[in-house]
């Protein structure tokens, strides 16, 4: 038993690193993407602007989500990240 803790110990916060960076960075990109939908500009420029600039987001919070030194501050991280772009993402909606 002591075997299969340890190897969940030392693989654990990799798979919540993964799964964070996957998932988590989809969803700071979709947010994104919808909140720039609040911005005063016409909308087709401001779908454009969105769907571009979530590349970007994606790959730096993937990239983010790999830099910081553990897998909990990453979590939190997009989870502040999440909170102050949900309101903006639900009033377009």
């Given at each position: 038993?002591?075997?299969?803790?340890?190897r969940v110990r030392r693989t654990g916060?990799?798979?919540s690193r993964i799964v964070?960076?996957?998932?988590?960075s989809y969803g700071?990109?979709?947010?994104f993407s919808l909140a720039v939908l609040a911005l005063p500009i016409s909308k087709?420029?401001?779908?454009?602007t969105g769907q571009l600039a979530s590349f970007a987001?994606?790959?730096g919070a993937v990239i983010w989500v790999f830099a910081v030194r553990r897998a909990s501050t990453a979590w939190i991280g997009l989870?502040?990240?999440a909170a102050a772009l949900a309101p903006l993402a639900w009033?377009?909606?």
């Open positions: 038993m002591t075997a299969l803790v340890q916060p990799l798979v964070a960076a996957l998932f988590g700071i990109a979709t947010l087709p420029q401001a779908v454009l987001i994606y790959t989870l502040i990240v009033s377009v909606s």
